[in-house]
């Protein structure tokens, strides 16, 4: 009989295997993260059962853990190096960055709930995901102090993309955004190296929330300089009421949306494979 830890480890490769290669993905540098990421620590204990099923989980204040597949194709579409720096817009549970984190050389992630950033910080401290830098603030801002970015990836749908967001995207690189209301179009925007518009490519059809902002719950505002590896760096008040960053999944599923983060199609209509958080 396998262990605990040998049965979760078991359940992963299937989660790798039944809903993520299966469907496209085939970068085997992403693949592996997901692989190695315990995706169980990053939920809450009384849906430990469903960690690695097909589909996304509520975390708490209204925001839910991503889907594999939607984590796999939105990690793959970056094309991360292991020199890269990533801005990651909603660090939620922060399942996401842990896989960013083991691809790219730092992850810079603004969380607008604080308490999420905070719990999240700690777990990714305790599985010593120390380049991981945590800011509590307006994700619509990004981290202009830390910018350029080799890739900037969103986990909440805005109408169009951010300026800041572009102006912070180093020349060559690459951002993954979800773009428009209710069904969004999730996109790769390449920014040329020698200047101009971006190179916009359409990948999928997905739900996230809305990219929006409120005022942060914060005592004190320390510049991101400051902090060391996995700091967790508050922003000054950024502009605009309402609702914060959650993560996302493919539309026409069959499952609800879940208010808070990007909402997962419960039978995803997902391009080149069965449906996918």
Known sequence: MPGWEEELALKRRRMVEEQV??????????LGALERVPRHLFVPEEVLDLSYEDRPLPIGKEQTISQPYIVGTMTEALELGP??????IGLG?????AVLSELARDVYTVEIVPELA???MRLL???GYGNVHVRIGDGRLGWPEEAPFDAILATAAPLEVPPALLE???????MVIPIGQDVQDLRRMRKPAGGGPPVV???????FVPMTGRDVEAGFSAPPSDLGAGGVAEAGPPPDPDASPGSGTPPGTGRPSEPGAASEPGTPSEPGAPSEP
């Open 83 to 88: 020199d890269d720096r990533v801005l990651e």
């Open 93 to 97: 549970s922060g399942y996401q960055a």
């Open 168 to 174: 912070q995207l180093a020349a060559g690189g690459r």
């Open 201 to 207: 490519e359409s990948l999928m059809p997905v739900r």
């Open 21 to 30: 290669r299966r469907r496209g993905v085939r970068d085997t540098a992403v």
């Open 118 to 120: 905070r719990r999240s």
């Open 125 to 127: 401290t305790e599985l």
